[in-house]
């Protein structure tokens, strides 16, 4: 059975750095084929891509944030890590992670609520 | 990047009726392995989205057969055969034919 489960910091101020986890089970990252990726949604809004890392590291990252993103995954402990610097209140948002089955994101997380505040 | 263009249902929609939700895709889809990248997702109130079709037309597994999709390269759509209480959500379509990965705005279902 596949779950994945997002932690982060729940709230943050501008500037900071945040960083959230994906603790998952029911599939390995060091598996051929596998990868996890970060989505988000502004509440009340849609879906946004963010970011996504493969069994081989290989990494893809939304443009639009321009550099301010960085993934990266620990194989042995079942997690996947997206950094995201210099937060705004922009970046206030619920965090899914996700695993692809075929071309779609098959397995999301419950997802954690971001807030960005000073 | 693929910008991803929803139309809106005619809410609220009458159980039992069917609907159909249209997407289109700036760029085709299509890949040269004859697959073409477009998902579609459902977002229930309060939970996460729900992968349903993939490859424009392939049903996700435990995905009822009420559900399907169709299509060309550019131009999609998904049929809900008799609408009942629990499509209600928002729907989604995403392309996963080259990064950054992109989705509609979302089309709401709303139940009479």
Redesign the interface.
Known sequence: QVTLKESGPGILQPSQTLSLTCTFSGFSLSTYGMGVGWIRQPSGKGLEWLANIWWDDDKYYNPSLKNRLTISKDTSNNQAFLKITNVDTADTATYYCARPVDSGWGYWGQGVMVTVSS | ?IVMTQGALPNPVPSGESVSITCRSSKSLLYSDG?T?L?W?LQRPGQ????L???MS?R??GVSDRFSGSGSGTDFTLKISGVEAEDVGVY?C?Q?LE????????TKLELK
Do not use: M, R
């Open positions: 990047d697959k990248y998902n997702y996460s989205p729900q992968l079709i993939y490859w392939t996700a597994s989604y995403q996963g990064f950054p990965y992109t989705f509609g705005a979302g």
